[in-house]
């Protein structure tokens, strides 16, 4: 499974575990790197102490390449930016800002940029801020969602007709066959939050992902539109927003859904598995994933439907 991607990272398997917050700390990212993929520190929950922590822990858990994500909405990112440099990080994935604010800095620093995207015209962007590579995020994807809310299948073959450098898809991917699907479509590889969420390495909640282990298709929506969009397992809390959504508009709402989220709901949702008024993020193909396994057997798995859907096609048309 050579790519741009397992050249770019110095791994094996073009397979990313996404940064997530509360769920993705040093274990999941080193048993991902162990396991041949690139893991990813969630720096977006951590203050620079317990980033440093988790990066250090993950130094000592895997001799393998692994990166950190820095969500650019939080006003902590330059604090998390640094902390990572000063303890010799080399592979940044920014999201959820302008590529551009952040490039220039890393890549003077030697590290590998790549930022996430959710269209085609920001994809473009992110090639001329000078990144290495680009997640090309679709409308599946649990967690921060594009306000455009372009799928998976249409976002990867329009980014691949605009911009030639390594493109890693994202968004509802959980198994070999769609790892392939993803490749057929342009992409050079693979990041996965969600399958990894349900991996007894993430720190997510026992209580969250036993209740994921009963989704249905359509046990997930995209919430939140009118501040920061995002993809939630409904619940209590999610109720509650749709009905200040459908209450309210304009300021007013933005003012009653930031007062509603609150402080600690994705804390307390994902991390302390309180399941009714706690924000539990996660993408739509978690009503797929019907077990808890280890990271290693995840990749295993993957990498055995793959072949299996290689073996398969093409099929005659
Ligand atoms: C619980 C959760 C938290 C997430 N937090 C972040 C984050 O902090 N930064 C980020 O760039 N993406 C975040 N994401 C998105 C993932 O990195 C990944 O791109 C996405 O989950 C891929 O789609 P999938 O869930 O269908 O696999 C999060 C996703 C989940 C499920």
Same mark, same amino acid.
């Given at each position: 499974? %050579?790519?741009?991607?397992?050249? /770019? ?9 996404? @940064? ?35 990066? /250090? ?39 959820? @800002? ?87 479509? @342009? ?19 026992? %209580?969250? &992902? ?31 927003? &749709? ?29 302390? @598995? ?42 005659? /048309?």
């Amino acid at each position: 499974m %050579n790519s741009s991607i397992t050249k /770019l990272f110095n791994i094996k398997y073009p397979i990313v575990q996404g @940064g997530m917050i509360w769920v993705s700390g040093a274990k999941l990212a080193a048993a991902v790197s162990n396991a041949g993929g690139l893991g990813i520190v969630g720096a977006g929950s951590m203050n620079p102490d317990v980033l440093k922590e988790h990066i /250090l822990k993950t130094k000592s858990l895997t001799d393998k390449a692994f990166g950190v994500n820095v969500p650019l909405l939080y006003s902590g990112a330059e604090e998390q930016i640094n902390c990572a440099i000063d303890l010799g990080v080399k592979i940044f994935f920014t999201s959820a @800002g302008s590529p551009k604010k952040f490039t220039d800095y890393l890549k003077k620093k030697g590290a590998v940029v790549v930022h996430v995207t959710s269209s085609p015209e920001l994809a473009v962007k992110c090639l001329e801020a000078g990144v290495d590579a680009i997640v090309a995020e679709g409308y599946e994807a649990g967690g921060h969602n594009g306000r455009e809310e372009i799928t998976t299948m249409t976002l990867i073959p329009q980014v691949r007709e605009r911009i030639s450098i390594p493109i890693i898809a994202a968004g509802g991917i959980a198994t070999g066959s769609a790892i392939a699907a993803a490749f057929a479509l @342009g992409a050079d590889g693979v990041q996965m939050g969600t399958r990894f969420l349900m991996t007894k390495e993430s720190s997510a909640h026992e %209580n969250f &992902k036993n209740l994921a282990l009963q989704a249905l298709p359509h046990s997930t929506q995209i919430m939140m539109r009118s501040t920061v969009p995002v993809r939630l397992f409904n619940n209590q809390f999610s109720s509650d927003i &749709k009905k200040i959504e459908e209450t309210y508009t304009g300021e007013e709402l933005k003012k009653k859904l930031i007062e509603h989220l609150g402080k600690f709901r994705a804390m307390n949702g994902m991390h302390k @598995g309180e399941l009714e008024q706690g924000e539990l993020e996660i993408g739509q193909i978690i009503s797929l994933i019907k077990n808890i396994p280890t990271v290693a057997e995840v990749m295993k798995e993957l990498i055995s439907d793959y072949q299996k859907t290689l073996s398969r096609l093409p099929v005659k /048309l």
